[in-house]
């Protein structure tokens, strides 16, 4: 793809196939130690020798800045699974990369089994009181 990885002021073009980025965690590496002269299409021809990638990311600071790490997240989790063993400790431009398992951090408190449905249930309720209550 042409634009892909591309940058519009200090964003990055992500082009991607539609589907849910969250729909197969066990398929995406996080990598560190990554070269600030490193851009994420580097990243992703790097992974790519392994296997399909759908994307690779590298955070940046407030100014476009690398921080020096990524993520880069497979088609299969098998393909992510051969990177893993395969990239550890390779080296991408002037250092040696780490690669591990994506974990997912939650930012909130709802705990991980909490299904999303039922916090949309009481937002309704609430706003049906709410509603009511000003009605009168």
Do not use: W
């Not at 851009?39 to 990311?57: E, W, Y």
């Not at 591990?100 to 009481?122: G, H, M, W, Y």
């Amino acid at each position: 793809m042409l634009l892909r990885y591309e940058k519009i002021g200090r964003k990055q073009i992500r082009i991607m196939p539609k589907q849910d980025p969250r729909a197969n965690l066990k398929a995406n590496l996080f990598v560190k130690d990554i070269d600030k002269e490193v851009t994420p299409k580097d990243l992703h021809n790097h992974f790519n020798t392994i296997g399909r990638v759908v994307t690779a990311q590298i955070a940046t600071d407030a100014s476009g800045k690398s921080l020096g790490y990524g993520y880069v997240q497979f088609e299969s989790t098998e393909d992510a699974k051969r990177a893993l063993e395969q990239l550890q400790n390779s080296k991408l431009k002037e250092k040696e990369i780490s690669v591990q398992e994506f974990v997912q951090r939650r930012k909130d408190n709802i705990p991980a089994l909490t299904p999303i449905f039922s916090f949309k249930i009481c937002l309704r309720i609430e706003i049906k009181k709410r509603l009511k209550q000003f009605s009168k």
